[in-house]
């Protein structure tokens, strides 16, 4: 007689369950149920053959036409199953305290050849240099004890945008334009600001937050965002903006612009900080990492960003301009742009900003152990399948991670005050 099954099964088992109402036909619960348990077994290969073997090592074959069919042609949303996932995952990390950031990035996935989709010759974050490879754009929910990606996206280079031959060889859509990275990001962000989801500010590096139209489109949503920037990026230096347009002298239109004077411009952000007086540096230390506590030296300023305003008729808001020069550098190494609250504090903002570590381990495992790299399929559908999938088993982890061995403190836990002049037994003072 098989031993019942213990609460973790069963919570495996309902997660599948949840899972496989979304994808809405029946026929597909057994292929996902099959799909994700091959992804969480151990295994160096997650492509569709070996999971099949893994699964069903006495009918590879047939296994292997289901699961196949299942992650590159049957129909499913995958939006509508990330939006199972969210629902399971996201109470467990709530348990320790609200989302602290929408963290913006992109995920390189190394490629040969030149039929798979959207491979193409671009940078590879993976790889840390240009090669041929997928690039995948994605959000991810964070707090301080966990994260989980919400959102997969494909970048589809302007080369193949402009081949429909090759698309319609890809299986991708007719209505797919080419979209730059930061485009598809605010898309997806705007899908979560619509269902409600979105209450944290938005944390990405200056691949993203360099482009000023990014920047501005978040504060018209009145979503706040803490962004890497450039050194280069020009900013009025406290206290100070552009002029405002020249005096009306009765001809024409009046002038609506503001101004520039050759004796009142803008500054770099870089320098800007080699301006900044010794006192306004600060070491601050944001978390502990493997190797000791994470910390460096920091300033903060309020400032306007100056990107084109002598084509605007009003100054941009103040926001605060982060940065980070650790000792032994000649330069700052780190620029952040920031519209969190004018009371916020150098600490907050460096926890926040530097937050982004959580989802470079999450897909680091999701590579390493949820075979996010490892499809072998050429088209569109299949590739955004098989992400969502990836992270949706990968959700489960996050899930009993946040149950099970829950950090502390748990965020509705508080400890009970001391009384004045209390002393444990055995200790030698009041503690």
């Given at each position: ?101 929408c963290v913006v990035d992109d995920t390189g996935i190394p490629k040969k050849g030149s039929h798979s989709v959207g491979v193409a010759r671009q940078y590879c974050g993976a790889l840390g240099k240009t090669e041929n490879c997928q690039v995948a754009v994605s959000l991810s929910l964070v707090n301080e004890v966990g ?285």
């Open positions: 007689m098989a031993p019942p099954p213990d609460a973790r099964q069963r919570r495996f088992r309902d997660y599948l369950d949840r899972l496989g109402a979304a994808l809405g036909h029946r026929d597909r619960a057994e292929p996902l149920r099959a799909y994700l348990t091959a992804l969480c077994l151990a295994g160096e290969r997650k492509s569709v053959e070996p999971m099949a073997a893994r699964i069903d090592p006495r009918h590879v074959s047939a296994r292997h036409q289901s699961m196949h069919h299942f992650v590159a042609n049957a129909p499913w949303d995958e939006r509508g199953l990330l939006g199972v996932v969210r629902e399971e995952v996201l109470p467990a990390l709530e348990r320790h305290g609200p989302i602290a950031a994260s989980l990606p919400v959102a997969w996206r494909l970048y589809l280079p302007r080369e193949w945008t402009r081949d429909r031959a090759r698309c319609r060889a890809a299986g991708i859509p007719s209505s797919a334009r080419f979209r730059e990275k930061w485009r598809i990001a605010l898309e997806e962000i705007a899908a979560l600001r619509a269902q409600g989801i979105l209450q944290a500010p938005v944390v990405a590096d200056a691949g993203y937050g360099s482009t000023t139209d990014f920047r501005d489109e978040l504060t018209a949503w009145e979503i706040p965002y803490l962004v890497g920037v450039e050194g280069h990026i020009s900013v009025w230096p406290p206290g100070e903006g552009p002029l405002p347009p020249a005096r009306y002298r009765g001809r024409g239109r009046p002038p609506t612009r503001l101004r520039r004077s050759p004796r009142h411009r803008p500054l770099s952000a870089l320098r800007l900080a080699r301006q900044l007086p010794a006192e306004a540096w600060s070491t601050v230390t944001w978390r502990q990492g493997t190797r000791g506590a994470m910390r460096s030296r920091f300033a903060l300023a309020r400032v306007r960003s100056a990107h084109r305003d002598f084509r605007r008729c009003e100054a941009r808001p103040e926001e605060w301009l982060l940065l980070e020069w650790p000792r032994g550098e000649g330069e700052p190494t780190k620029y952040w742009l920031s519209t969190l609250p004018e009371t916020a504090t150098l600490g907050l903002l460096v926890r926040v900003a530097k937050i982004r570590w959580r989802i470079e381990r999450d897909f680091e495992e999701l590579k390493d152990d949820f075979g996010l790299d490892h499809f072998e399929g050429r088209g569109w559908r299949g590739f955004h399948h098989h992400g969502p999938l990836c992270i949706a088993a990968y959700g489960f982890l996050v899930a009993e991670r946040a149950r099970l061995s829950p950090p502390e403190p748990l965020s509705f836990l508080r400890p009970a005050r001391l009384p004045r002049g209390f002393k444990p037994r055995g200790a030698a003072g009041a503690a």
